[in-house]
């Protein structure tokens, strides 16, 4: 650790498709000593439906424990920067009573998804409460600032989504990797009815769909050929980029994407971007440059009937664009290294 390094708390999930372990490295790399508080101990990560009930089943002492252990690791580390990752599982009391036990400390909070997101897995259930225990919050959707603010936050700062460089680079897959990802296009994403929309229009294409909630008794006939069985991360992303010719990146109306990691994902791994339009994308990369946008299903099926036959600007755009990525420093440690700065740490 450098001498002006601080010792940093990180209470996150860390593990398999959690950005928890990006921020630990991101720290650590910015020359901070890091002591994480893992709630993947408390809440394992379980994909299986029998998993996620057992998971609500053991919700409440879960959440307990994860605040004794929080807070008992706060108070023997003493940070100088108390760092939590979205914090819905954190009582507003575990706060307030660090906030007297650690009152030099900067108490910091990241959130890759919305506020007032009312999906179950981002509802924060005392946020009026939570809001002024926080010196700052990072939210991902700028839409967030003014409402935090309005709310009571004491300072909020819009920071964008980022990328891990040690998860999100471009893989050359195996053939084993290629039999096992090898579609023309992919997806990789949560189920919701207006992907389903977006996707069921692609008759005819070579597609592999990976993510959760993707059953094939209930989606539309044509895509049931498509979806796959697993969520794939961190890496499995990257091979599973590098090996179509096409990866698809949709938002979320109900988080107020306009922007997403993926958005970063998708670039890091070499891999062409055939993205949804926002109003924020073209701040990070130029469309037809670096990446190709839709706003329809018909633009979508379009674009991809195009673009499987136009093999070099495809492959130009692809390289266009992690060229873009790295020159813009959109890693996660260039984010961290932002947050600090904003509130005035090195």
Not at 140 to 163: D, F, M, Q, T, W
Request: include cysteine; glycine fraction near 8%.
């Amino acid at each position: 650790m450098s001498g002006d390094g601080k010792k940093v708390l990180l209470a996150a999930a860390i593990g398999y498709g959690a950005i928890g372990g990006a921020f630990l490295r991101a720290f650590a790399a910015l020359g901070h000593r890091v002591l994480a508080v893992n709630n993947r101990d408390f809440f394992p990560l379980r994909l299986s439906r029998l998993g996620r009930a057992r998971n609500r089943l053991s919700r409440r002492g879960a959440r307990a424990a994860y605040n004794r252990a929080f807070f008992e690791n706060a108070l023997a580390f003493r940070p100088e920067i108390l760092v939590v990752l979205k914090g819905t599982l954190i009582f507003p009391e575990t706060l307030a009573a660090l906030r007297e036990k650690l009152r030099s400390a900067a108490f910091l909070n990241f959130n890759y998804d919305d506020f007032f997101s009312r999906s179950p897995g981002n509802v924060f259930p005392d946020l009026e409460r939570v809001l002024p225990l926080y010196d700052a919050f990072f939210p991902s959707k700028s839409a967030n600032v003014p409402e935090l603010l309005s709310r009571g936050a004491r300072a909020v700062h819009y920071l964008p989504i980022g990328y891990d460089p040690c998860l999100h680079h471009p893989v050359v897959p195996t053939l084993e990797e290629r039999a096992r990802f090898g579609t023309e296009v992919v997806f990789a994403g949560t189920f919701t009815p207006e992907r389903e929309k977006y996707l069921r229009e692609l008759n005819g294409v070579n597609l592999g769909i990976w993510g959760g909630h993707w059953d094939r008794r209930r989606v539309a006939r044509g895509l049931r050929g498509a979806v796959r069985n697993g969520i794939l991360c961190d890496t499995d992303l990257s091979r599973l980029f590098g090996s179509g010719k096409i990866a698809l990146n949709f938002f979320r109306p109900e988080n107020r994407d306009t922007h997403n990691q993926r958005t970063f994902e998708i670039p890091a791994a070499g891999a062409f971007m055939l993205s949804e339009r926002s109003s924020e994308l073209g701040d990070f990369f130029r469309e037809d440059r670096e990446f190709a946008g839709f706003s329809s299903p018909e633009e979508l099926a379009e674009k991809i009937r195009y673009y499987l036959q136009a093999g070099q600007e495809r492959s130009r755009i692809a390289a266009a664009g992690i060229l873009r990525l790295r020159a813009g420093r959109h890693t996660i440690t260039d984010r961290v290294r932002e947050a600090l700065s904003r509130i005035g740490q090195p």
